[in-house]
T-cell receptor, first 115, second 113 residues
């Protein structure tokens, strides 16, 4: 009964490199959400995806950030040309779909450090 | 813009004490309010409160929604050291979307033996 899985748990990148963060939703969940938690700040919504569709990316910076959730495989959050300000914990959550509001279950997060 | 404010920001108690954590919200189209517990890793889901479910209880934890006051409280009775964590409150955000959670900054609870 695996929960939401994320990898890697810790990622260190030098400025200018690319970071790829992966998320596998809970079994039976078809909706994925990415949140970012900066030091001393709350969790901030970035993007909401269903399989092969980006539903809402209003919280994601317009440049350097992209997300996908392919038909097969995990959801990927990609950050190109990382800068020090990208250092944060990135959490993925998943939920069931359909009408109404469903609780989101979070993964353990990926802690990105940009040196 | 939707807003969630939690208080206090931090709280230190002794084992056995009862604590009450507060969450107030401003949201265009209220649907629900969620409570999470965050230790060193993932926020763990605790409760979801809606207009049709304004009170929830699980063991020593309970939560009530006050739609008139636009707030919620989370009570923990007979606290234990394992309750030490950040408690987060969240509401689905503006525009009628039921997925974009707006979080408060959390209450850091420390329970000393």
């Amino acid at each position: 009964n695996a929960g939401v899985m994320q990898n890697p748990r810790h990622l260190v990148r030098r400025r200018g490199q690319e970071a790829r963060l992966r998320c596998s939703p809970m079994k039976g969940h078809s909706h994925v959400y990415w949140y970012r938690q900066l030091p001393e700040e709350g969790l901030k919504f970035m993007v909401y995806l269903q399989k092969e569709n980006i539903i809402d990316e209003s919280g994601m910076p317009k440049e350097r950030f992209s997300a996908e959730f392919p038909k097969e495989g995990p959801s990927i959050l990609r950050i190109q040309q990382v800068v020090r300000g990208d250092s944060a914990a990135y959490f993925c959550a998943s939920s069931r779909g359909g009408q109404g509001t469903y609780e989101q279950y979070f993964g353990p997060g990926t802690r990105l450090t940009v040196t | 813009e939707d807003k969630v404010v939690q208080s206090p920001l931090s709280l230190v108690v002794h084992e056995g004490d009862t604590v009450t954590l507060n969450c107030s919200y401003e949201v265009t189209n209220f649907r629900s309010l969620l409570w999470y517990k965050q230790e060193k890793k993932a926020p763990t889901f605790l409760f979801m409160l809606t207009s049709s479910g304004i009170e929830k209880k699980s063991g020593r934890l309970s939560s009530i929604l006050d739609k008139k006051e636009l707030s919620s409280i989370l009570n923990i009775t007979a606290t234990q050291t394992g309750d030490s964590a950040i408690y987060l409150c969240a509401v689905p955000s503006e525009g009628g979307s039921n997925y974009k959670l707006t979080f408060g900054k959390g209450t850091l609870l420390t329970v000393n033996p």
